[in-house]
C-alpha cells in the first residue's frame, strides 16, 4: 500500500478534534434534544490528503502558516526580525543558529496540522538527533525528535508533551520520511488574579495515531524542571524550535476553535 502520512490523521482530526463555532460550542442542556432550531454547524470543505511526494491541502477554513513557498507568516523569536530557515523545493530547513521562529498571528485554542522529517542518514543519538519542537503560544511544547529506534527519556521522545507526558505509543517513521502531527489545543484559562481555572490540554495524533489524549499540562515547557504556570494572554504565536539539527517542515495550517465556555461558568 502506498504511504499516505496525511490521510488518516487529516480525517481522525477533522472528525473528531474539531468543534465548530456556534452550535457545538453551547451546552446540551440549553436546547431540546433534536430541536431544529438549534443554529447549524458552519460548512467547511475539507482537504485533501498528501503522499510522501506532495502535501494535500487544508480544509477551507484554515489558516495556512507553510505552503512551502516563503516565510512570510513568521519572524525570529529571536528579534522579531525576519526567519532565518532556509526555504527550499517545498519545505524549510532548520537553519543552525539562527533561533526559533514565530508566527507573526497569536492563536489560542487550535487545531494545528504540522508535517516534518528528520534528517537523514541519522546523526547524534537521544536528544541530538532531529529535535525541533512544536509550541502552541510559543511554551506548551509537542517535542519533535527522531524516534527510530533511538532511545532517549520517554518524556522527551517524539509527541511527548516535553517533560511532562511521553506519547501513548511511539509512532515515529523512519528519518528521511514524512511524519505528521495533528494537534488539538486548548489554551489555559486564568481568573482576573492569575490563578488557573483550567489547563492546557493537549490532544496529539501522530502519523495517524493517538499519543496524546486531552493530556493537562502541568505548565509551560522547561528543561530538567517543570515550572508552575504564569498567566497570560487569550492568544499568543505558534513557535518552531531551533535545536540545531537540520529537520525539515512542509504544509503546516491552523484552524482557530470557537473558545468553549470556562468550567467555572
Ligand atoms: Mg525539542
Redesign the pocket.
Known amino acids: 500500500m502506498t504511504s499516505n502520512p496525511s490521510r488518516t490523521c487529516l480525517a481522525l482530526a477533522t472528525i473528531v478534534l474539531a468543534w465548530p463555532a456556534g452550535a457545538a460550542s453551547q451546552s446540551p442542556t440549553d436546547w431540546a434534544i433534536h430541536d431544529l432550531e438549534r443554529p447549524q454547524p458552519p460548512l467547511v470543505t475539507a482537504g485533501t490528503f498528501g503522499t510522501q511526494d506532495a502535501p494535500g491541502k487544508p480544509p477551507s477554513d484554515a489558516i495556512v502558516l507553510f505552503d512551502g513557498t516563503d516565510l512570510s507568516v513568521w519572524k525570529s523569536s529571536k528579534d522579531g526580525g525576519a526567519a532565518g530557515w532556509k526555504v527550499e523545493n517545498g519545505y524549510m530547513e532548520i537553519v543552525k543558529g539562527t533561533g526559533s521562529i514565530e508566527t507573526k498571528q497569536a492563536f489560542g485554542d487550535i487545531q494545528l496540522h504540522v508535517e516534518f522529517r528528520t534528517p537523514t542518514p541519522p546523526e547524534g543519538e537521544s536528544?541530538e538527533r532531529g529535535?525541533?519542537?512544536v509550541f502552541p503560544m510559543g511554551r506548551y511544547?509537542v517535542?519533535?525528535?527522531d524516534s527510530y529506534e533511538n532511545k532517549t527519556y520517554p518524556d522527551?521522545q517524539a509527541a511527548a508533551l516535553?517533560g511532562q507526558y511521553p506519547p501513548l505509543v511511539n509512532a515515529s517513521r523512519p528519518p528521511g520520511v514524512w511524519q505528521v502531527y495533528d494537534i488539538a489545543f486548548q489554551a489555559p484559562r486564568f481568573d482576573a488574579d492569575g490563578q488557573v481555572v483550567s489547563p492546557a490540554r493537549a490532544t496529539v495524533f501522530h502519523n495517524g495515531v493517538l499519543v496524546q489524549h486531552a493530556s493537562e499540562l502541568t505548565g509551560p515547557t522547561a528543561h530538567k524542571k517543570r515550572p508552575p504556570y504564569e498567566a497570560h494572554g487569550e492568544k499568543l504565536p505558534i513557535s518552531l524550535?531551533d535545536?540545531s539539527n537540520p529537520t525539515r517542515f512542509r504544509n503546516i495550517w491552523v484552524r482557530e476553535l470557537q473558545p468553549r465556555p470556562s468550567p467555572s461558568k
Do not use: D, M
Open positions: 536528544q529535535n525541533s519542537g511544547e517535542q519533535i525528535l522527551g516535553y524550535q535545536h
